[in-house]
Nanobody, 127 residues
Framework: QVQLVESGGGSVQAGGSLRLSCAVF????????MGWFRQVPGKEREIVAR????????NYADSVKGRFTISQDNAKNTVYLQMNSLKPEDTAMYYC????????????????????WGQGTQVTVSS
């Protein structure tokens, strides 16, 4: 079974940066569909970024476009989320998720059905 372990969360001031990591266990390669999600209490979970490692394509929610970058390191079996120019509105629990390509949602960023989830890492941005 695929297991995902996030790390790298913390507290920063507005305008600062963080890099989140998602280490993949149980497979010798990064799954073909990887996403970063975030959720705050009382609100629905939202996807902020997606990468299709075998295709080399990335997608971003409008709210983070130009500020966040999702990437991969095949040698480390790890996916990253570089978060720059952070805003207080970015405060949330961030989750890494993975799935097979047929459940990834095609060209629609928010329609994937992710099968594997990490435990989450908290990101707090103060003003």
């Amino acid at each position: 079974q695929v297991q995902l372990v996030e790390s790298g969360g913390g507290s920063v001031q507005a305008g600062g940066s963080l890099r989140l990591s998602c280490a993949v266990f149980g497979l010798p390669y990064i799954p073909p569909c990887m996403g970063w999600f975030r959720q705050v209490p009382g609100k629905e979970r939202e996807i902020v970024a997606r990468i299709l490692p075998h295709e080399g394509t990335t997608n971003y929610a409008d709210s983070v476009k130009g500020r966040f970058t999702i990437s991969q390191d095949n040698a480390k079996n790890t996916v990253y989320l570089q978060m720059n120019s952070l805003k207080p509105e970015d405060t949330a629990m961030y989750y890494c998720a993975a799935s097979w390509i047929q459940y990834c949602g095609g060209r629609s960023l928010g329609r994937g059905d992710y099968k594997f989830w990490g435990q989450g890492t908290q990101v707090t941005v103060s003003s």
